[in-house]
């Protein structure tokens, strides 16, 4: 049973300027909900129980802030008798604990980094579902992303990929999945459409074992880019894994990608959860 997450959601969300300035990106509401629950929610129904997440060196941390109990909050609500809203106030189980590292927005740029910063950090050497702070799987009649990722390594291998369907006349925008035999390939950034190797997509949820965790750690510390060079992305060291022989099943999923790094992926996630 996969117990781990690693959840980076460190960044300035650039693209989201000039609500970022206030509001992080990983924070945006969608429904009654910040982007990043959605998908911390799901792993921990999943079974998660210790949670990794990489935060920006930015005080006061609206992610943490929302993770912890608001004493204030508790005592106005038992005062005035909601104790209804006090299950919604409540944002962890007792039984999940979330860690905090902090990367340096000018350190190192890529998602790479802040994977090997978790495993080095504490230490992890066991199988770990990662998935990015600022998208999620809606599926709320099927499987999650986490249940997907965890059925593709039940017979062989111990690490996985998520491919997301889309049209293939779109697929020159994303990362997309060259398999073989339900097995991971190598990913092509940006094909051009007559020459993508299929319509699935990566949108960064994955189990990674053990030997692809140490295969990031080797690959951010082998490397020196600086701030205008190219970012340390974790396809990289995704096909070197693969070229080593390790294998990365691919699961496929049925629930539609939501994407708050725009504002258009915002809004129409918010159409989608909302039922608009």
């Known amino acids: 049973?996969?117990?781990?997450?690693?959840?980076?959601?460190?960044?300035?969300?650039?693209?989201?300027?000039?609500?970022?300035?206030?509001?992080?990106?990983?924070?945006?509401?969608?429904?009654?909900?910040?982007?990043?629950?959605?998908?911390?929610?799901?792993?921990?129904?999943?079974?998660?129980?210790?949670?990794?997440?990489i935060i920006s060196n930015v005080e006061p941390c609206q992610v943490k802030a929302f993770y912890q109990d608001n004493v204030a909050l508790n005592e106005y609500l038992n005062e005035r008798g909601k104790e209804d809203r006090l299950k919604l106030a409540k944002t962890l189980p007792d039984n999940v604990k979330i860690h905090?590292?902090?990367?340096?927005?000018?350190?190192?740029?890529?998602?790479?980094?802040?994977?090997?910063?978790?495993?080095?950090?504490?230490?992890?050497?066991?199988?770990?579902?990662?998935?990015m702070g600022d998208d999620f799987i809606w599926n709320p009649s099927g499987k999650s992303a986490s249940e997907s990722l965890i059925e593709a390594i039940k017979n062989e291998g111990e690490s996985a990929i998520l491919g997301v369907e889309v049209p293939h006349d779109q697929v020159d925008k994303y990362g997309v999945l060259s398999a073989e035999d339900g097995k991971l390939t190598g990913v092509v950034e940006?094909?051009?459409?007559?020459?993508?190797?299929?319509?699935?997509?990566?949108?960064?949820?994955?189990?990674?074992?053990?030997?692809?965790?140490?295969?990031?750690?080797?690959?951010?510390?082998?490397?020196?880019?600086?701030?205008?060079?190219?970012?340390?992305?974790?396809?990289?060291?995704?096909?070197?894994?693969?070229?080593?022989?390790?294998?990365?099943?691919?699961?496929?999923?049925?629930?539609?990608?939501?994407?708050?790094?725009?504002?258009?992926g915002w809004v129409h996630a918010n159409d989608v959860v909302c039922g608009k």
């Open 190 to 264: 940006k094909p051009d459409i007559e020459n993508a190797p299929s319509n699935l997509i990566n949108v960064s949820k994955y189990i990674m074992s053990p030997e692809l965790l140490k295969e990031i750690v080797a690959y951010v510390k082998a490397h020196d880019f600086g701030p205008k060079d190219q970012e340390y992305l974790v396809t990289d060291p995704i096909d070197s894994y693969i070229e080593k022989g390790g294998v990365m099943r691919v699961a496929p999923t049925n629930g539609e990608y939501l994407d708050g790094g725009s504002v258009e």
């Open 1 to 53: 049973m996969i117990t781990k997450a690693i959840i980076p959601v460190a960044g300035w969300g650039t693209r989201r300027l000039p609500i970022t300035k206030i509001i992080e990106k990983s924070m945006l509401p969608v429904g009654n909900r910040p982007l990043v629950d959605y998908s911390v929610q799901e792993l921990i129904r999943a079974g998660v129980t210790d949670i990794y997440m």
């Open 100 to 131: 905090y590292i902090t990367q340096d927005p000018a350190g190192k740029y890529g998602t790479a980094v802040p994977i090997a910063m978790a495993v080095e950090e504490f230490d992890i050497n066991e199988p770990v579902l990662v998935f």
